[in-house]
């Protein structure tokens, strides 16, 4: 008796939802409503967008770090990284941790002596992850001049982009790549045409991400040959 009884409550809620709904979607403000509703019910909620507005970092449904990269390249280098790759970051904070979770080694260096600071902590509870502290103007983007072929990946989401990347082909292994985020911005187009004039291909995967209630771009630059399989 009692599971009929739940049954009845069952689908006695869902005829009364599917009411509401028709109701509202017969209206033009009504469907404004329920696309609102449906967006946070599923992309929003599922993809951690509102838990990551509510901690004030990025972060999945599950709360673990993502990067604050747009939600498509997230989801395209999330199947394509390997354990044996070695990635340099300009800029550290949850993308450090997203990485090193899925590569052999992160060097991330990071111009903000605070955050530097605040990271360490964190940081040193993971030994994929190195993080460097270097100052602007000259050495935080000279870094990357310091290693020779030796990341499959290199991330710009830091200071001085242009000038880092100018700086990092050498330190890219031959099936090497960059991504490169915020990348819709005309103040970086000096960096986007070197890479290009050097080889590169780009894919760009504009939309949201973690926290941003606007959408932006992250690219992967990569050559014919590449460790990404494109």
Known sequence: ??????????????????FIFNRLNALPTGRQLTGFY?????HLTKSGWKKSVKAGLPLDQQGVALPWFTFGAIYFLDKRLQAHFRVFEYGSGNSTLWFSHRVQRVLSVEHDPLWYAKMQDTFSMHP???????????????????YRSEFEVIVLD?????????????????????????????????GYDYLLA??????????MGPMSAHSWCTSVFYRPTNCLGI
């Open 128 to 146: 994929a992850i190195s993080c460097l502290h270097r100052t602007l103007p000259d050495d935080y983007p000279a870094e990357i001049r310091n």
């Open 198 to 207: 050097n080889g590169f291909k780009r894919i760009d995967f504009y939309g």
């Open 38 to 42: 449906l967006l946070a019910k599923n």
């Open 158 to 190: 830091g200071r001085e982009r242009v000038r880092c990347c100018m700086n990092a082909l050498e330190a890219l292994t031959q099936n090497g790549v960059v991504i490169w985020d915020n990348s819709d911005r005309p103040e970086y187009r000096v």
């Open 1 to 18: 008796m009692p599971f009929r009884s739940n049954r009845l409550i069952t689908s006695t809620l869902q005829k009364i939802k599917d």
